[in-house]
């Protein structure tokens, strides 16, 4: 007979397995959980460090600005009251003298002032931009200019972020903090350079009505000095655009002092990229391929990183971070792979709590089976001894105590529910003789083909047991007297129908006497009153001749 689905449910292999599943599932979710953390704590990390180097750069920066910001403000102040000295008027009166000559150097004096270098004003011409139309405004740029040689030769190109500080005029002539090559040629090549870069003619008021600071993408230098990134300030007065401030710094500088900033621990490279992200300067070139982002990674970085102040994002198994910088058109790019992020501080982290996970796991697996292997062997040791404590070894129907416990519920139930009930006591015929004549190996065979046939004639409701030594008693629920007359008929008949081989040669006929009773007819449904009235009729079966079913007092 099957277990009840609930009985099913909380059999006690399937507490084990929920229990362990339960361990497991809690496990795995704490497990999760420190993931998680690991992984917010590594990303916090990973963004602290790019914005520590990204506000050492920035304060570059914005030094640098300020003071460019400073000059032009001097620039300006001298173009609205420009100082005028017999040297200004001298210089004037030089400019005018070599005006008309190709390319032209002029110094301010021997020993103090920064050469001024410019084009003549037929050259002039080629350059829409420019023109010395103006006198007035000509000479007091000249004064103006005059007193910014005077200044520069003052930087300091070595203890400057920047490497260069150079102004360039609508009028012609340009100004810079480094010396010029000597060759005219090549000065000229640098004027006509700087007058058609983007730099320069983005600052036309008609382009850049803000007029806004313009930073330029990376440029190869002129002056072979390499890869250059340029900042350029327009310069104006009184609603005129005389010309262009500006600084250079050179890509090689900068990538200099992102490998400073760097001293401390940094897993992964760290580029500094420009407003469409082209890249200007990258900590580690050597390794710049391993990883360089493809165009569909930029173009999502690019959305991604879109109005944000610092972010991350994940590509084929690289890990992005980026801090956008304030006093820079561009941000800060942090790319490491998955091999660095193994070996770093959280890699190493992540490797254990996995390995950590996957030991315990191996812990309460071995502990599931070694546990369900016990109560397994508990679970087959309680059937055991439970089926010897209710159903005898060599009949396998109940035994005494079993089958008058169950009979009670049985009657109990029939009685609530109105239903007859009835009962068989049977016994074997002559069965001491066969014990006496064949011995008691005979007499079990006899036990058990009696047995198996009573077993064979009853319903899945049906109950039998073995009350005695040749004695059994059968309980029918739901069942009339007459219906029971017929199942104890069918026994009686099945019985003497059969011969059991009890020697090399010889055969036994088995037959039983039966009694039989009804809750109907006593009007009552005690199966201890049920099975003595059984038993009584029982006696009255042996008395008929045996081997008969007896239904009536």
């Not at 770093?344 to 796991?361: A, P, Q």
Request: hydrophobic share 40%; glycine share 6%.
């Amino acid at each position: 007979m099957s277990l009840p689905t609930e009985s099913r449910f909380f059999h006690p292999k399937n507490i084990v397995h929920l229990c362990f599943a339960l361990v497991f599932l809690f496990l795995t979710l704490l497990t999760w959980h420190e993931a998680i953390v690991l992984k917010r704590t590594y990303e916090s990390n990973q963004l602290a460090r790019l914005s520590a180097v990204a506000n050492n750069l920035d304060n570059q920066w914005q030094h640098n600005l300020d003071e460019l910001a400073f000059f032009h403000s001097m620039l300006e102040h001298s173009l609205g009251d420009p100082l005028i000295t017999d040297k200004s008027t001298a210089f004037l009166q030089q400019f005018e003298h070599v005006r008309h000559t190709p390319l032209w150097h002029l110094s301010p004096s021997e020993t103090r002032g920064i050469p001024i270098n410019g084009i003549s004003d037929e050259l002039l011409t080629r350059f829409p931009l420019f023109s010395r139309s103006d006198s007035r405004r000509l000479a007091d740029e000249l004064n103006a200019v005059l007193e910014m040689s005077q200044i520069l030769q003052f930087n300091q190109p070595e203890r400057d972020f920047h490497y260069r500080f150079w102004y360039i005029s609508r009028a012609g002539f340009y100004l810079s903090s480094t010396l010029p090559d000597a060759s005219s040629n090549h000065s000229l090549e640098n004027f006509s350079g700087v007058a058609q870069r983007p730099y320069f003619v983005d600052l036309d008021p008609k382009v850049n009505p803000q007029r806004k600071i313009l930073w330029s993408d990376p440029y190869d230098s002129m002056d072979n000095e390499g890869k250059v990134v340029t900042v350029a300030r327009p310069v104006d007065r009184d609603g005129y655009w005389y010309g262009v401030l500006a600084m250079d710094f050179s890509t090689q500088q900068i990538k200099q002092y992102l490998q400073q900033s760097l001293s401390t621990r940094q897993e992964g490279g760290v580029m500094l990229v420009g407003h469409q992200f082209n890249l200007i300067a990258w900590s580690d070139g050597s390794q710049l391929e391993e990883y360089r982002l493809h165009k569909a990674q930029l173009a999502q970085l690019t959305e991604q990183a879109a109005g944000t102040h610092s972010g991350t994002m994940r590509f084929d198994g690289r890990f992005v971070s980026w801090v956008r910088l304030q006093y820079f058109d561009g941000m800060l790019v942090n790319v490491q792979t998955l091999r660095e992020g193994l070996l770093g501080d959280s890699g190493r982290v992540g490797l254990v709590l996995l390995l950590t996970w996957l030991m315990f796991s191996i812990v309460v697996l071995v502990s599931h089976q070694t546990i369900i292997r016990m109560t397994g062997s508990l679970l087959n040791l309680q059937e055991k001894l439970s089926w010897r404590a209710n159903y005898d070894g060599l009949t396998r129907l109940f035994n005494r105590t079993a089958f008058f416990d169950r009979a009670e519920k049985l009657a109990a139930l029939n009685h609530r529910q109105q239903q007859p009930l009835s009962v068989i006591q049977l016994d074997l015929d002559h069965f001491k003789s066969v014990n006496d004549s064949w011995g008691h190996h005979a007499g079990d065979r006899v036990l058990a083909h009696a047995a198996s046939v009573i077993g064979q004639a009853l319903r899945k409701t049906d109950i039998a047991g073995r009350v005695g030594g040749e004695e059994f008693c059968i309980l029918l629920p739901a069942t009339r007297l007459d219906e029971a007359v017929l199942v104890a008929e069918r026994i009686r008949r099945k019985l003497a129908a059969k011969e059991l081989l009890v020697g090399k040669h010889q055969t036994l006929k088995v037959t039983a006497s039966l009694g039989v009773s009804s809750s109907e007819e006593q009007g009552e449904y005690q199966v201890d009153n049920l099975q003595s009235v059984a038993d009584r009729r029982l006696y009255l079966a042996k008395q008929d001749g045996r081997n008969c079913v007896r239904h009536r007092d």
